[in-house]
């Protein structure tokens, strides 16, 4: 098993234009998210999915779109790249909902790291 | 102020060494609690989770406080291959069914020969 997989892994960007990452999990994992980790805050929720067709916001929504059209794949699309979206970009999934001991381990992938000039 | 805070360090002790993290956390109802570690440049993947019992892996020794609201991991005769960075990671609520996870910003530990 690939796990989860992440694509591209570098890209750099003029502000304005768009781009797509792709996140691909072979573990048929129901629930996957979008992180972005940058120095000092640590890793923030943009947005997750709890199964095939549905999104939600997470921490920092704003300036990202999401889409969950397969069970497999969660996008992560930024529409005009703006400088503030320089960032590392981490996918996770996870199988099991919350509970005192559910296991609820995220599995991520290697992370896009993305530059806007 | 934030779900999960943490000392960011860095941290740097020596082969052999004990040394011990802490995490406090917002949510009095937060209901599980992990600890995910960071190689530099690579992804987090989850070292142990943590009970109100407290439990062990190995060198490690993972402790919860509830009323404290408290959380620790503990790293016994260390070795270069610890050095990485520790993330206190915390679920929300029981009213939560998204699996969602709070990280800390995460501890840096360097173990130097």
């Known amino acids: 098993n690939a796990g989860v997989t992440q694509t591209p892994k570098f890209r750099v960007l003029k502000t304005g234009q768009s781009m797509t990452l792709l996140c691909a999990q072979d573990?048929?994992?129901?629930?996957m998210y979008w992180y972005r980790q940058d120095p000092g805050m640590g890793l923030r929720l943009i947005h997750y999915?709890?199964?095939?067709?549905?999104?939600a916001k997470g921490e920092v929504p704003d300036g990202y779109n999401v889409s969950r059209l397969k069970k497999q794949n969660f996008l992560l699309g930024l529409e005009s790249a703006a400088p503030s979206q320089t960032s590392v970009y981490f996918c996770?999934?996870?199988?099991?909902?919350?509970?005192?001991?559910?296991?609820?381990?995220?599995?991520f992938g290697p992370g896009t790291r993305l530059t806007v000039l | 102020r934030k779900e999960v805070e943490q000392d960011p360090g860095p941290f740097n002790v020596p082969e052999g060494a004990t040394v011990a993290f802490n995490c406090t956390y917002s949510?009095?109802?937060?209901?599980?609690f992990f600890w995910y570690r960071q190689d530099c440049r690579k992804e987090p993947k989850l070292l142990m989770s943590?009970?109100?019992s407290g439990n062990e892996d190995g060198r490690f020794t993972a402790q919860l406080n509830r009323a404290s609201q408290y959380i620790s991991l503990l790293i016994r005769d260390s070795k270069l291959s610890d050095s990485a960075t520790y993330l206190c990671?915390?679920?929300?609520?029981?009213?939560?069914?998204?699996?969602?996870?709070?990280f800390g910003r995460g501890t840096q530990l360097t173990v130097w020969p």
């Open positions: 996770a999934s996870s199988y099991a909902r919350g509970g005192a001991r559910a296991n609820n381990e995220q599995f």
């Open positions: 573990m048929n994992h129901e629930y």
């Open positions: 999915s709890v199964g095939e067709g549905t999104t």
């Open positions: 949510n009095s109802a937060s209901q599980s």
């Open positions: 943590v009970y109100s």
């Open positions: 990671v915390v679920t929300p609520d029981r009213g939560s069914t998204l699996g969602r996870l709070y």
